[in-house]
């Protein structure tokens, strides 16, 4: 039967959607793995974002899978002729090669570590199980829609369609309840700026005021520099500007409040983003002070000037 436009991007829909929604729950499923199973020295920066944009792409193609699926399966039914076109068997063959090719994949590496007498931690036998699990399905699938009667929809049919479904939506709950609500997340995201705004103050103190001049500043506003471009940060929700109190010579508080507490896998990645590894700044909720005193060995003053007393 001749192919017409519209069969041809309803089963290239039906292939899109498949696709996107697999690798989403993969991704979705290892970022969940990897939250839950963690292992010593993980970096978690950037786990939540991934989290949220296998989300994103679940909650939308899967349903929008389903739904053209239901169409084709409709169409199928009525023109049972349809079930030869050449879009629908080339689709169907290559979705059962790449599926296969996962399966294959899968189970090499799984072979590999074994051999090599590698760890094998749960963290990896999960991510190894879900690849399979989900190519297999896959690839099961694909497999029984090439063979079946398009105009007899089975018992069997209707419980996969919604074991998988379920499936789904069990990994999309898990997926929002690790990463918080909406609103959890946009506190986060406010603590994260205000512990970037600490470490670009804190840089300014050391590397300009202290190095190049031999002093901390008495007051925040010493760091407004209009030639550098440096403007000096203010809290992201309440643009109020942040607590400083100079101690000692070498010494100086930063304050802020903060609407969630910190993790301390995310707060260590981020400080070794800026370079300061070895510098604490978990917080609570609420107000939370940082204490810092500057090493003159480790931080001289450029030479020929005096450190201030």
């Not at 292992?39 to 939308?60: C, F, K």
């Not at 300014?204 to 010493?222: A, C, R, S």
């Not at 992201?236 to 100086?252: A, C, G, R």
Request: net charge positive.
């Amino acid at each position: 039967m001749k192919t017409t436009a519209k069969d041809f991007f309803l089963y290239l829909g039906i292939l899109i959607g498949l696709y996107v929604s697999s690798i989403s729950f993969i991704v979705l499923l290892f970022q969940i793995i990897n939250k839950y199973f963690s292992l010593p020295g993980d970096m978690m920066y950037g786990l939540e974002g991934s989290i949220r944009s296998s989300l994103a792409a679940l909650i939308i193609f899967f349903p929008a899978f389903i739904y053209i699926s239901f169409i084709v399966g409709k169409d199928l039914k009525n023109f049972p002729e349809k079930k030869d076109m050449w879009v629908r068997r080339w689709l169907i063959f290559l979705t059962l090669f790449v599926s296969g090719l996962a399966i294959a994949v899968d189970l090499v590496t799984l072979v590999y570590r074994f051999l090599g007498a590698e760890d094998m931690t749960t963290r990896f036998i999960l991510k190894v199980l879900v690849v399979l699990t989900v190519a297999i399905t896959i690839f099961r699938s694909c497999l029984s829609d090439l063979k079946r009667d398009p105009t007899i929809i089975t018992k069997r049919m209707k419980i996969s369609v919604y074991t998988v479904s379920a499936v789904v939506i069990l990994a999309v709950i898990i997926g929002m309840i690790a990463i918080g609500s909406p609103a959890k997340q946009r506190a986060i995201r406010m603590d994260e700026q205000r512990v970037s705004d600490l470490m670009n103050i804190q840089s300014q103190i050391v590397y300009t005021q202290w190095q190049n001049k031999g002093d901390i500043p008495e007051t925040l506003d010493v760091l407004k520099d209009p030639i550098s471009n440096f403007m000096l940060p203010t809290d992201p929700e309440t643009k109020q500007n942040y607590e400083y109190k100079k101690i000692t010579k070498n010494s100086f508080e930063l304050c802020a409040n903060f609407k969630s507490e910190s993790k301390p896998e995310k707060t260590k990645s981020m400080a070794y983003r800026y370079g300061v590894e070895s510098e604490n700044w978990q917080h609570g909720i609420g107000r939370t002070c940082f204490q810092r005193t500057i090493d003159d060995k480790l931080y001289p003053a450029q030479k020929g000037i005096p450190v201030k007393f």
